[in-house]
């Protein structure tokens, strides 16, 4: 009876799952340094327009939640 018990309170026990944002969270980094760095080298440049800034922000602004949303869980993993 004592295996049957410690086999489903070991079960019981690794049935927690993380949130998940954190194992691609150097890509979403690395993606977004890059993508802000392009955008500030091309806004001094002559290249620069309106529909290349919109495209930017398109690309950025979900990279920027993401790492938003990555610092919230690492946060709540520290604290808790």
């Known amino acids: ?3 049957i018990s410690s086999a489903i309170s070991s079960s019981a026990i690794s049935m ?3 949130l998940g944002l954190p194992q691609y969270g150097a890509a979403v980094v690395v993606g977004l ?4 760095c392009l955008r500030e080298v091309l806004s001094a440049s ?3 327009s309106k529909s290349l800034s919109s ?3 398109l690309a950025i602004m979900p990279l920027l939640v993401c790492f938003v949303l990555i610092v919230g869980a690492e946060l709540l993993t520290v604290l808790a």
């Open 33 to 36: 340094i890059v993508l802000l």
């Open 55 to 57: 495209s930017f922000n």
């Open 16 to 18: 927690t799952t993380d």
């Open 46 to 48: 002559r290249y620069w």
């Open 1 to 3: 009876m004592s295996i």
